[in-house]
């Protein structure tokens, strides 16, 4: 069965630096999206994305995050200077279409900002 | 606003004991209701959705839109249900609103 992977599954960075978190959602899925979760608390959404379109973000994901999709096959959350704040574990989720309601989900990647 | 309640954040029971975990939500239109699981060390995955009524690992959710309710049941708990629950909505755009979870461990 295809899965949504993820990629590193851990990250360690500086506050300030620059990360890049990477995703392969599903060969066919055309929606793809970004929680987080911070330790202890409830998963939240972050962004979704659509035809190379961010379609909603939520108020966490402020002018820091970007998304991308540079090819056919992986997706992108990059953290421009990250904070103390942003550690989390970070989940990519993809959906083949609106009306198949099944989000998958990738493993999640720990970022830990020191 | 849309919510997700879980009031428990720890259910325990003995294997074989009926399980039922809470989840009530809040949403002004018409939300799909799930209940995704957590085993341990693995990733998030779908247990079951409200709209396709079906029951998996003989689990089942009723939802009463009266209530706002999504409880999530099981009969008899096996030790092999330990696992991190959460329920969530969609509306608009499939976004995800998660409740805050609940871990249901299972005593032999």
């Known amino acids: 069965e295809p899965e949504v992977t993820q990629t590193p599954s851990h990250q360690v960075t500086q506050m300030g630096q620059e990360v890049i978190l990477r995703c392969v959602p599903i060969s066919n899925h055309l929606y793809f999206y970004w929680y987080r979760q911070i330790l202890g608390q409830k998963v939240e959404f972050l962004v979704s994305f659509y035809n190379n379109e961010i379609s909603e973000k939520s108020e966490i994901f402020d002018d820091q995050f970007s998304v991308e999709r540079p090819d056919g096959s992986n997706f992108t959350l990059k953290i421009r200077s990250t904070k103390l704040e942003d550690s989390a574990m970070y989940f990519c989720a993809s959906i083949w279409g609106l009306d198949q309601d099944t989000q998958y989900f990738g493993p999640g990647t720990r970022l830990t900002v020191l | 606003a849309q919510r997700v309640t879980q009031p428990e954040k720890l259910l325990s029971v003995f294997k074989g004991a009926p399980v039922e975990l809470k989840c009530n939500y809040s949403?002004?239109?018409?939300?799909?209701l799930f209940w995704y699981v957590q085993y341990s060390r693995q990733r998030l995955q779908l247990l079951l959705r409200?709209?396709s009524r079906e029951s998996i690992k003989g689990f089942t959710a009723d939802l009463n839109k009266g209530e706002t309710s999504f409880h999530l049941k099981k009969p008899f708990a096996q030790e092999e249900d330990s696992a991190m629950y959460y329920c969530?909505?969609?509306?608009?755009?499939?976004?995800?609103?998660f409740g805050a979870g609940t871990i249901l461990r299972v005593k032999s």
């Open positions: 969530a909505l969609t509306g608009y755009g499939n976004k995800l609103v």
């Open positions: 949403y002004s239109g018409s939300p799909e």
């Open positions: 409200h709209i």
